[in-house]
C-alpha cells in the first residue's frame, strides 16, 4: 500500500456533517417511515434513498398497488372515485417528504429495526472525508522538507516570540527566501519586540 500522511483533519465540520445526518434520520424517523406505512409499503433503506431524491420507484409501487386493489371493484364509478382518493393520498405523502428532504449526508444512512439511523461506517466515511492526506513520493519529500524547515525555523527562533519570525526573511528579485539583512541580533537575543524597533 502506497505510504500517506494526515496533514489536516477538521473534525468539527465532520461532527457538524454527522449532526446533520442525525438529524435527518430523526425526520425521516417521525415523517417519512410512517409515511411510507399509510401508502402500504414496507419501509426499507431503499424506500428512504428513493423518497429523498424523486421517490419514482415508490410511485411506481404505490400505484401497483392501488391498480390491484382497483382490481376487487367492478363498479367503474367506484374504481374512479378511490383512484382519485389513491392520488390524494400519493400527492400528500409528497408533501411530507419534502419536509425530509434537508441538508445531511444521506450515504451516511442505514435502516435498522425499523429506525433510520446513521451508521458507524457513514460516521467514518464522514470523518475521512475532512482529513486531508498526501501521498506519492514527489509529495512526501515536499512534506519532509517542509516539516524539516519547521524544525530548524523552531530551533532558530528559540526564546523569540515566534509570531515575528516573517520579520527574520525577505525574498530577493529572483523570488528566493534570504535573511533579513536588517535583522540586530543583539536585540533577538535580549527578546525585544522587533516591529517595534
Known sequence: MEERILINENADNA???????????????????????????????EYIRDALAKSEKIKRDYEKKVSSELKKFSIPGFRGKYREEGDRIF?????????CRLK?????LGYEKGKCIVTEEGKEAIRES??????????LERYRRH????????????GIEKQQFGHFFELDKDGMIQRNPS????????KYNLLHK
Do not use: C, T, W
Open 15 to 45: 461532527r457538524q456533517e454527522i449532526n446533520e445526518a442525525g438529524y435527518l434520520a430523526n425526520k425521516i424517523n417521525e415523517i417519512l417511515i410512517p409515511a411510507l406505512k399509510e401508502l402500504g409499503l414496507e419501509p426499507s433503506l
Open 91 to 99: 400527492q400528500d405523502f409528497i408533501k411530507k417528504v419534502e419536509k
Open 104 to 108: 445531511g449526508n444521506r450515504a451516511a
Open 130 to 139: 475532512h482529513k486531508y492526506y498526501i501521498s506519492g513520493e514527489a509529495d
Open 147 to 158: 516539516q524539516a524547515a519547521a524544525e530548524a525555523l523552531n530551533h532558530f527562533l528559540e
Open 183 to 190: 535583522i540586530l541580533y543583539y536585540l533577538m537575543n535580549e
